[in-house]
């Protein structure tokens, strides 16, 4: 079944305590995505991969980093998180890079909730 | 820079058709899109339209675009109370990435 799986679904931590949450999608996509869903805002990107080793910053990418090594894997990294990066966080791939398939879905994962304290 | 407006809620009962409303501003868009989203999960894209078209049919789903107001509407005709959903309107123009609205959250009473 084609998809994209994030892990962990939930979680609550401190701030300042380095948290990785990872993506990874079984459809050989070469685009890949991180978004935060907040209320009243929609979805805003973070950073984006158009392939491996390729990545760009999105809307909001402070306080974020990330990593394309393999495919199949693009993990969001916070490295000192915050209290004002609590929110739902979603992962999307896509077979290629918009210019070339303005017309392919992006598939998202399920969300990611983080709660920061 | 790019905006995409939505109202945020919108109830209909059963049976009846929902109208969902977008407002863009980049005239440079190319594509547009409707995705819904269930409580606990991912969006699911719904459909999309190309820029130089007025219109899209799906089943129950019509999608409207008025380009000269850059307004996209996505109609659901004979609603389910399983289509109970926030629903988000997306735009892309070239290599941006998609921008979303705010959504709008559907209740569908019975």
């Known amino acids: 079944e084609a998809q994209v799986t994030q892990n962990p679904r939930y979680l609550i931590t401190v701030t300042g305590k380095k948290l990785t949450v990872t993506c990874s999608q079984n459809?050989?996509?070469?685009?890949m995505s991180w978004y935060r869903q907040d209320p009243g805002l929609g979805l805003r990107q973070i950073y984006y991969?158009?392939?491996?080793?390729?990545?760009d910053k999105g809307d909001v990418p402070e306080g974020y980093k990330v990593s394309r090594k393999e495919k199949r894997n693009f993990p969001l990294i916070l490295e000192s998180p915050s209290p004002n990066q609590t929110s739902l966080y979603f992962c999307?791939?896509?077979?290629?890079?918009?210019?070339?398939?303005?017309?392919?879905?992006?598939?998202f994962g399920d969300g990611t909730r983080l709660s920061i304290l | 820079g790019e905006d995409v407006e939505q109202s945020l809620f919108l109830s209909v009962r059963e049976g009846d058709s929902s109208v969902i409303n977008c407002t863009y501003t980049?005239?440079?868009?190319?594509?547009l899109y409707w995705y819904k989203q269930e409580p606990g999960a991912g969006l699911q894209l719904l459909t999309y339209i190309f820029s130089n078209m007025d219109m899209k049919q799906d089943q129950r789903l019509t999608v409207l675009l008025n380009k000269k107001d850059k307004h996209l509407s996505l109609r659901i005709a004979d609603t389910q109370t399983g289509d109970s959903a926030i629903y988000f309107c997306a735009e892309r123009a070239g290599r941006r990435a998609l921008t979303f609205g705010s959504g709008t959250r559907l209740q569908v009473q019975p």
């Open positions: 999307a791939s896509s077979l290629s890079r918009p210019r070339q398939a303005g017309n392919q879905p992006q598939h």
């Open positions: 980049d005239s440079s868009s190319t594509y």
């Open positions: 459809m050989n996509h070469e685009y």
């Open positions: 991969s158009m392939n491996v080793e390729v990545t």
